[in-house]
């Protein structure tokens, strides 16, 4: 489906691209073409990514910076460094997010601040710098926002900063996607279910009995692999879906879908058993 030139003469900023998916999505897009810069607060961890990021391609290059996404200034400041660094900019990946586990009525204001303050105004800061580049050079370009199954209908439990922050990026994406449309910039979401990272991993998964119950919701009966995020992100950041913006793709082996008022019964016994057991009350009921 892809080539190595899928995302040539682009140069694309990934947000805490240092680590999990937003290293895994930076390795795909500069394997397929792409220039690549990626951001994040800590200066050893963001060298060794460009190492790894160099290593899958070399016809593109890749930097870092470091930058705290909650600084307006910094990162307007960024911005500027990385088109006079690669000529131009022509994506943004909203990557960089912050959460932790918490009963909600134990949250300080503080906890609360610091993830919303990364998600969300992390994301318009980005957002807010690049699109005023594109719209004063008049240049076309592409905007992809991670959020996270919860943000639309459900909400989550115990982690309330993040359910309320990505809720504000969904809305974020919809809203610029129609406003932005006339200056042929594109905004669409991501939605992953569990992709174990170590940086979610450790925050979110308190143990192996959790992992367990995590892993009993998704019918897929396994997690993402981080190269199938990748493969639908390159595919949104390219020029093969011109058409698509303010769409919301949930990546997730079908683990929203874990609320179905029978889903349950997939849990009594084999398929086999359970074909038993239908065919049985089928016979009862004639
Ligand atoms: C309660 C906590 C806390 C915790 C921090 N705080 N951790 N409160 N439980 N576990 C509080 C602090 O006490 C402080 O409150 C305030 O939050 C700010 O904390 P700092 O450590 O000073 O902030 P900072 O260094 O900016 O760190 C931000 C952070 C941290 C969000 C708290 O966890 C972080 O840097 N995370 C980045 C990486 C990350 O979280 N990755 C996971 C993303 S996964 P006071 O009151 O003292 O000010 C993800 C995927 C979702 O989002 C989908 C999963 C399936």
New binding site residues.
């Given amino acids: 489906m892809f080539t190595s030139d899928t995302l040539a003469d682009q140069t694309i900023l990934i947000t805490g691209g240092g680590s999990g998916l937003g290293l895994a999505m930076a390795k795909k897009f500069a394997s397929l073409g792409s220039n690549i810069a990626i951001c994040g607060r800590t200066e050893e961890k963001l060298q060794k990514a460009v190492e790894e990021i160099e290593e899958v391609s070399s016809d593109s290059t890749a930097k870092y910076y470091v930058a705290d996404v909650r600084n307006y200034d910094r990162i307007e400041e960024m911005i500027g460094e990385i088109v006079s660094d690669f000529g131009n900019m022509t994506g943004l990946v909203n990557n960089a ?4 586990l ?1 009963a909600s009525e134990d ?5 609360f601040k ?2 919303v303050d ?1 998600v969300l105004h992390g994301s318009f800061n980005c957002t807010h710098v690049f699109g005023n580049y594109l719209i004063d050079e008049d240049r076309k370009g592409n905007i992809l926002n991670m959020v ?1 199954t919860y943000s639309e209908d459900t909400g989550s439990a115990f982690v309330l900063p ?1 359910a309320c922050g990505k809720a504000g990026v969904l809305a974020m994406t919809r809203s610029l996607a129609y406003e932005w449309a006339t200056y042929d910039i594109r905004l669409n979401a991501i939605a992953p ?2 992709f174990p990272t170590k ?2 991993w450790e ?2 998964v308190p143990d192996e009995s959790a992992e367990q119950k995590f892993l009993s919701k998704i019918p897929a009966g396994r997690y993402g692999d981080k190269e199938e995020l990748a493969n639908l992100a390159t595919f949104l950041m390219s020029d093969m879906a011109p058409y698509i913006t303010g769409e919301c793709v949930v990546i997730d082996g079908g683990e929203r879908l874990s609320a179905g008022q029978f889903n349950f019964i997939d849990k009594l016994g084999s398929r086999e058993e359970l074909k038993g057991f239908f065919k049985m009350m089928h016979k009862k009921e004639g």
């Fill in positions: 997010a912050g959460n932790f918490s949250l300080s204001p503080g906890g610091a993830v990364i996270t993040s279910g569990p940086g979610a925050r979110l």
